[in-house]
């Protein structure tokens, strides 16, 4: 079973940059698209990013392209950059993982996509 550890959540100011990493451990040689989700109490885990780790293609949510970047490495490992940071980017960061399925436009964004889930880690933009 895949494990996956999120960090680098945090309080920041608007305007400036946070990286969040997750961190995947064991069983971890046939993942195949690493997502970022986020949620704020209340309302539905939104899609933020997500990353095909065999051939690295990203998605984005149209609504951070620009601010946001993910990244991998070593095929377990994944990176969001977040730039010019908005109060309304404040909510609960969720790491996700599945298996052998690749990434998809049609299915990134889907919770039900996934197979795996971090605890999750906060971020919090001040204005």
């Known amino acids: 079973q895949v494990q996956l550890a999120e960090s680098g959540g945090g309080s920041v100011q608007a305007g400036g940059s946070l990286r969040l990493s997750c961190a995947a451990a064991?069983?971890?040689?046939?993942?195949?698209?690493m997502g970022w989700f986020r949620q704020v109490p209340g309302k539905e885990r939104e899609g933020v990013a997500a990353?095909?780790?065999?051939?690295?293609?990203t998605y984005y949510a149209d609504s951070l392209k620009g601010r946001f970047t993910l990244a991998q490495d070593n095929a377990k490992n994944s990176y969001l950059q977040m730039n010019s940071v908005k109060p309304e980017d404040t909510a609960m960061y969720y790491c996700?993982?599945?298996?052998?399925?690749?990434?998809?436009?049609?299915?990134?964004?889907?919770?039900?996509?996934?197979?795996?889930w971090g605890q999750g880690t906060q971020v919090t933009v001040s204005s």
């Open positions: 996700a993982a599945n298996v052998w399925r690749r990434c998809t436009v049609a299915a990134w964004a889907r919770t039900e996509s996934y197979d795996y």
């Open positions: 064991r069983l971890t040689y046939n993942l195949g698209c």
């Open positions: 990353i095909d780790i065999r051939d690295g293609t």
